[in-house]
């Protein structure tokens, strides 16, 4: 009878190495376990009932593998190396379902991830400090949440970082004075938060083009600032000084320094800016305006916002000579004298908008003011103006022609 003999060691060798070679190489690139595990603490530490059955939350079915299966966890993107190692999760962008609950500490886990984006949901308590571990990431986005806590310094540790967004939570304390030690930022954005103190100097930022500070409580002087900046916002905080700082800045596009302390001069720099298109200087203490004359379409310059200053003197006749103007408001300060005819041209030809009321504006209303259309919006009320009331920009009434009178007395002895 035959004896039945086992395979010699070399044979379970073979036999093992072919085995290996016939398994999927998709179980040879499984996601790592810990980057698994990190997911599942994620989701864990949200309110279930926050979970809506369209939501991407709910397709993280861990009875598949996260990058290996079938494609169903939404808000997720992974690596899948050429080699067959195991697979890494790079990017978490979740939709805003209002999620309800803290992001986990485990998230710090994910070493390879370079975007982390939370926008539009309920995400509470402080930034885990193991986000700032994460050595990749190049966007970290957590806007419209209800976040607490300070911006602590690890934040500087983020060295890849091209996009910091956290507004509109309720992060409090100050700029870290390090932030500009990330010299890959082009956006950081913090507005709508409880920040406070002075904003740090950030010309080492020198790839940012985008700073929205608004809606914080920030004081003092301009700091120094980026040259590459196209976006300034920095409406609604107690600033102060004078904003000859922003001269510099010759690549604006949009500046908003409305709701501030500011004072002295509106520089003809700033408007003449080559590309710049949106300026907002309303409800500051700025006391004049250089507007000087340009060319045809020379200027960007679409709308210009200064209501509820203290600028004086007349009107500034070269305003016109900005070709693409549509908007202007000057409404609350302390204009006086004629109404350029001038005004009245491209107030009939070409402007949208003109807010002229609450100043001391005297003298006879432009013809063409009575000819404008309908579309253009405006008003030159609560000045001293003889205006047809049957002339929709002339509604409302008009101070007595002896308030601006003596309001043109006092600013010519000061």
Not at 380 to 406: D, E, F, H, R
Request: neutral net charge.
């Amino acid at each position: 009878m035959a004896v039945k003999t086992q395979p010699s060691s070399p044979s379970l060798l073979l036999m093992s190495l072919f085995l290996l070679l016939a398994v999927p190489s998709s179980v040879l690139s499984a996601t790592l376990r810990s980057d698994i595990q990190a997911l599942e603490s994620i989701i864990r530490s949200i309110d279930p009932s926050s979970i809506s059955p369209s939501s991407y939350l709910s397709t993280w079915d861990f009875s598949e593998d996260p990058c290996e299966g079938s494609g169903t966890f939404l808000g997720v993107m992974c690596s899948f190396p050429l080699d067959n190692t195991t697979s890494r999760v790079t990017e978490i962008d979740l939709d805003d379902d209002g999620y309800d609950g803290f992001l986990s500490d485990e998230v710090g886990n994910l070493t390879e991830l370079t975007v982390l984006s939370l926008n539009k949901n309920r995400f509470r308590g402080s930034i885990p400090e193991t986000v700032f571990q994460l050595k990749k990431l190049t966007k970290l986005s957590l806007s419209e949440n209800f976040f607490t806590g300070d911006i602590t310094p690890g934040i500087t540790w983020l060295k890849e970082l091209k996009t910091i967004d956290l507004s509109k939570n309720s992060i409090a304390g100050e700029i870290p004075p390090k932030i500009s030690s990330l010299r890959s930022l082009t956006h950081l954005i913090l507005s709508n938060n409880h920040l406070d103190g002075r904003i740090p100097p950030l010309n080492g930022l020198w790839k940012l083009q985008v700073l929205e500070l608004g809606n914080n409580h920030l004081s003092g002087t301009l700091p120094k600032l980026p040259p590459s900046l196209r976006t300034l916002s920095l409406c609604y905080n107690s600033l102060a000084g004078r904003i000859s700082p922003l001269y510099r800045l010759k690549h604006l596009v949009s500046l908003d320094v409305s709701q501030n302390r500011f004072s002295g001069t509106i520089g003809h720099q700033i408007l003449t800016f080559p590309e710049i298109s949106h300026i907002n200087v309303s409800f500051n203490q700025f006391i004049s305006i250089e507007v000087v004359q340009v060319t045809g379409t020379e200027s960007h310059l679409r709308n210009l916002d200064a209501e509820g200053n203290q600028l004086q003197g007349h009107l500034p006749l070269n305003l016109p000579t900005y070709g693409n103007l549509k908007d202007i408001n000057l409404r609350s300060n302390k204009f006086s004298g004629d109404i350029p005819r001038i005004y009245g041209k491209r107030l009939e030809n070409s402007w949208r908008s003109l807010y002229l009321e609450n100043n001391y504006l005297t003298g006879l209303l432009p013809e063409e003011f009575l000819r404008i259309s309908k579309q253009v919006r405006g008003s030159v009320s609560n000045n001293c103006l003889q205006c047809p009331k049957n002339v929709a920009i002339c509604q409302g009434v008009q101070k007595p022609k002896s308030q601006c009178t003596n309001a043109m007395q006092k600013e010519g002895s000061e």
